[in-house]
């Protein structure tokens, strides 16, 4: 399924467009963008205390699966 996201200031000069040039695309639906605001700048939100001076950060660490221990067995050779 692919959504074709249509911003609010430009819903009403390109929906009717775009839903008319997907009507037959059974894989593709035109919908307007709702938000009022992004979630991710919202001020307010709970959030962490900054760190205080000279502590350590988290690191990410490779995630990664661990080597199985030993050696692989030699590959046989192709005939030729």
Known sequence: MIYCVVPRPL??????KLSAYYENEDNV??????????????RGRSAAPPP?????????????RARVPGDMPPLARASS
């Open 29 to 42: 639906t035109v919908i307007v963008d709702r938000r009022r605001f992004d979630r991710r700048s919202r």
């Open 11 to 16: 819903a009403d000069e390109l929906y009717p």
């Open 52 to 64: 205080q001076a000279g502590a350590q950060r988290r690191v990410v660490r490779d995630r990664r």
